[in-house]
């Protein structure tokens, strides 16, 4: 590389607020045993980056602005970081391993969460951590660029929403493995089943299902998403579904056991509860005289009226309060909670008090689009 390319890189970063260090060429270590002390700044720069080949180290963490590297190490969960993982402009890799560091900004930076199955699937990286950046070579000897070179400011986000990201792409990796023609079927109810206990979103499960179905080539989505939504019907009112001895089974239970445990991390966003309500009718379900969930108009007010202190849509993007904070969500998500707030609502009615038509009218992707 140019001698003034690389000095501008290294300037570059340390413009971002990057603190690099130098680590030796085609390595991931730094040079010195000190380097967790080390800070290198542009006025002396040149003396720890003299001319001579070196990979170019980037401090994690509060050394440099809050930066949190999502690294994916395994090769299969690489296609699933564009379903789960927030956008950002700052991605990067090599060509065995293209877009697989994908970089924020983390206000609350923790030291580092690893999701590990036979081998390491990908790793969350913070404080006391250093990662190798472009202007520099893989111990491979494939250079490492940045997938948009001219823009890489990382994008803000949260390190309890990079953690449910991660969770999602681990289980997404260790499900897609077994996602074979006479499994896929009862995987997907076996799964729903087991995040619907968790107290997960259908939006999110739906999301989950439409990934690894699309990345395995699953030519029955329909059916998976159907199986789905069936599951978190029977589960809403309180049906049997299936247990998780049956996802065992088929995964094997070290696997089954991973993905219980990446599902209900105390450090994933906080779990969705179902809403709770007055036990009135479904003419008025939130106790005002003005709701009817019979029509979309009364769909609409009664979710607005629920949610209306825990939901903001702004600039073409929807908020959702998280502990006293109101923090970016996909239109996905507001999806589901719709849904289940709907669901709820008709749960307590009585028997007899909604006919079959306007059930599903209730219920229906019209009335909950409506809602929304």
Known sequence: MNDNIYANLILGYINLGFSPIPVPFKAKNPITKAWPKLIVTANDYETYFDGELTNIGIFTGKPSSGLVDVDID?????????????????????????????????????????????????????????????????????????????????????????????????????????????????LTLYTAAMLARLNWHEAEVRNLITAIAHEANDDELEDRLIAVETTF????????????????????????????????????????????????????????????????????????????????????????????????????IVQGLAKDFLQSEVGKMGPGQLGLSPLKSCLGRARINAAV
């Open 74 to 186: 395994s090769l299969d969960a690489l296609k699933f970081a564009p379903w789960f993982l927030p956008k950002t402009n700052c991605i990067f890799g090599h060509k065995s391993k293209p877009r697989s560091h994908w970089l924020y900004r983390v206000p609350k930076v923790k030291a580092v969460e690893q999701f590990t199955a036979k081998g390491m699937i990908l790793e969350i990286r913070g404080n006391n951590r250093c990662t190798v950046f472009p202007g520099s070579v893989h111990p491979s000897g494939e250079p490492i660029e940045f997938e948009n070179p001219d823009d890489y400011e990382p994008s803000s986000s949260t390190w309890k929403q990079l953690k449910r990201a991660g969770s999602k792409i681990a289980i997404a990796t260790e499900l897609s493995a077994k996602w074979s023609p006479g499994t896929r079927h009862e």
């Open 233 to 332: 019907t029977e589960f809403i009112h309180g049906r049997p579904i299936s247990g998780d001895e049956r996802l065992s089974q088929i995964l094997g239970p070290e696997t089954a056991h991973n993905i219980h445990k990446w599902a209900c991390s105390p450090e994933a966003l906080k779990p969705h509860a179902l809403p709770v309500a007055p036990a009135t009718s479904i003419q008025n379900p939130i106790g005002t005289a003005s709701a009817d969930l019979s029509n979309d108009s009364g769909a609409a007010d009664a979710f607005a009226a629920k949610f209306k202190n825990d939901l903001v849509y702004c600039n073409k993007e929807w908020f959702q309060r998280k502990n006293q904070v109101f923090e970016p969500v996909g239109s996905e």
